[in-house]
Each structure stands twice: as structure tokens, then as C-alpha cells.
């Protein structure tokens, strides 16, 4: 089986193989289980992924077991009582079968590539081929079921994207989830988050609407990039210690009004874990209580003309809870695509639906992995 597949083979592909044939046949080109239980493996990263692919392969056994990590603040921590993290080297890697668990890829893997790993695999391909071993992460349960019945919504997506780069994104994007070799993001790969290539949103910039600020990174960004542009800034960051430093971090620039709640659909209260070193998916359980608002609702007495979205798979309740503010002002709209596998053809459809005809749609990749799959949706009297 090829490598790579455009987005006609790619649709074939899917229609032509049921779901375990697909993954029979790519288990033929992944590391085994038997070989992760009997050979030198290597874990490249200590957070949350890490420690949890850490617990499985530990408990099946795994004979000859590291876990590294980038991070030099992370070097001599003691996992499970008996694995100290060690710092990324060449020895520790050189024919070792290395797992990525990030969702952050392509450069750890050619890292890896060049250390003469025995084998390098992001730990997603292994929940996507061994669901059973590796329970998904929720960015991509059920990965290969939801792609194989939404070849047409992908086919739909397809003919809707304006240029040829967003037709190359879809394709590496698709292929990635497939086949799990991030090298096809080497071509496409924008490194500048929330700033494509080929498109221009200074006409946009003047009323930004940060859905998901975290610490003001992405705020802070767009302050910089559109100085002179900028008139406000809405910063919408759910949780509370995070909104602490939201708020330290973009005080100084007197245009910035942060709401420590999350978006959604509705005004409700909602509930997180917050021992996690990043945000998960909201549940009904959980020990940090945080407010949810929604854009109708909190923004209806503004006129934004940029909105990005970045909530943990919270987007389409988002979009929902902001029908009347988009149908009626059109901001130009940016929404991460990857936080549930239907999302990279879900939320353009749901936008569609919204405001009928109305915007220009747009994909970018702007990080070498699962993350950063970005939806632009400009409008098109303004674009």
C-alpha cells in the first residue's frame, strides 16, 4: 500500500475496506504488540499521553522500557515508582521502537529518524490500530469509523475549499490519520498559528473574539501582529487559574476585556478536572465548577469581525450559541478542526448552515501533528 493518497484514492480506499481490513493492513507496516512487549521501546514525552501509554505497556509487560522527555524540568521525575525520565539522546533512542506520545509529531519523528530509531510511531496510530490495547484519546475515538462514513462529507468538504493549499492540507491531514507518518505535513505545514499563508485578516482584526485565550498566548498574538488595527479584544478562558494569568498577561494593553467563562450553546454550568497540564473535554463531573456562556448571549451588544474558536471540542456547541451574532455581522471565523475526528468536515457544514453562501472557506495546518488543524471561514463581501 502507497504511502500517500490523494483525496479520490483516499475515498476509494475507504469505501473499497471495511474498517478491520484497513487496520489489518496497516498493523503490517506499525511496530507489534509482541515486539513492544519483548524489544527496547522508548516513550518520547512525560505528560499526560506519555504517563498513560507508560501504565499500559508496563502493565503488559514491556521488558525493556524508557520514557523521555524534551523538557530538561521533567529529567529524574519518578513514574509509576520505578521509571525516571530521562533526557532525549541519541543513545537512549539509536534501535530502540520510539512512541510519540504528542500530539505534536513531525519534528519528534524525524528527530528520531535520525537517531536510528528501530521504529517511530505516534502513539494516536497505535489507538487508531489497537483501540482495544490503547484506549483513543477523545480527539480521535472511533478515528477510522468516522472517516469511512463521512467519505462524502470529506468529498463535500473538498469541492467548498478555495485553494489548491487547503485541498493539500485536507489531503495530509486525511493521510496522517491513515497511515500515521507526519512527514506529509513537511510541505503544507503553516508554523505561524492564526496567521495563513495566502490569507489576509487585517481587514478582520479589529474586533477579536478569543474563544479558549488560555494564558493570552493567542491574544497576544493577534495584539502584536495588528497593532495599529486592534480596537477591542474579547477573551473568553474558563479556567480559573489560567484566567489569572490571562488576565496578568494582557493587562497592559487596555483593549483586552477577559470573562472567565467557557462558550458553548447555552448559559449552564459546567464541570473539568483541573489536574491536567492542559484542558480537557468538559464533563458533568469534575471538581473545578466553571460558568458557560454563549456569544449570542455575552456578545449581543457587539459587532465582532474575527472570532477563533480553540475549545476542546466544544466548537459546534459554540457555533450554535452564536447563530444570530454570525448570520447577522459575518466576522471572519477561526476554528480549530481536529478536537473530535468529524470536525475537519463537520464545522465548515455547520457554518454553511448557518449564514448560507455567505463565506470563503479555508483549511491550514499550522503544527506538524493532530493539533492546529485550523477552519477559516472569511466572508466573502469582505474577504
Known sequence: MQDYLNLAQFSQYLKNNDIEAIRAEQRKNCVTLKQLQSEPVVILGAADE?????????????????????????????????????????????NAHVILATHRTLNAYKLCQESKARSVTPFLHLQTLYPDTFEPHFFHKNMLEILKSGVDDITQLADTLVDETSVQVLEACLNYRIFGVPTVFDPIVDWQLYEPRAIDLTPFAEVYVDCGSYDGDSVLLHLSRYTERVKQVFAFEPDPSTFERLVANTSESGKVTCINKGVGDKVSTLYFSANKERASLFTDAGEVAVDITNLDTELANATPTLIKMNIEAFEPLALAGAETLIAKETPALAISAYHQPEHIFSLQQQVEAIAPGVYQFYLRQHDGGLVETVLYALPKIKA
Not at 509487560?61 to 529529567?75: E, R, Y
Open 50 to 94: 506519555g504517563v498513560r501509554l507508560l501504565e499500559i505497556l508496563d502493565a503488559m509487560g514491556a521488558s525493556d522500557l524508557t520514557i523521555v522527555d524534551m523538557n530538561p524540568a521533567k529529567k529524574g521525575q519518578c513514574l509509576l515508582d520505578k521509571y525516571l525520565v530521562q533526557p532525549f539522546s541519541d543513545p537512549i533512542v539509536c
